[in-house]
Structures are given as C-alpha cells and as structure tokens.
C-alpha cells in the first residue's frame, strides 16, 4: 500500500493537485452560494408578502401642499 500511495504522489505535480482541489473546492463554494442565495430569496419573499398587503389595505397619505394653507 505504500508503495502505491508513493507511485500515486509522483505522478501528480504541484500544480496538477492544487488545480484539482481547487475546482472541486469552486464547485462545492458555487453550489452553497446558489442553496444560500435561494433561502435569502425566500425569506425576503416571506417579509415582502405580508407588507405588500400592508400597504394594499392602507392607501399611502401624501403631504398637504403649501398651496393649500395659502
């Protein structure tokens, strides 16, 4: 076996192992982004839905213009 695992170490440079590592390690970072990025998403949708039917029952009340104490 440990001649094997000797056999296996030569036959991968620096560069070969890291730029292996390294694209795995990107693959899994890119898929936790996209999982995270969709619970975001749908925790904002969970806040947005009950303010849009806040605003939707109480009419926005606008200033008086300075017109209208002239």
């Known amino acids: 076996m440990g001649r094997a695992a000797c056999a296996e170490a030569r036959r991968w440079s620096w560069e070969a192992a890291t730029s292996v590592l390294r ?3 990107y693959a899994l ?4 982004f996209r999982e995270r990025q ?5 925790k ?3 806040w947005r839905s ?12 606008t200033r008086p213009s300075v017109a209208a104490f002239a």
């Open 44 to 46: 904002l949708e969970a």
């Open 38 to 42: 969709r619970w975001v998403e749908a």
């Open 50 to 61: 009950p303010l849009t039917r806040l605003r939707k029952r109480r009419p926005h009340r």
């Open 23 to 25: 694209n795995e390690q």
């Open 29 to 32: 970072a890119e898929s936790r």
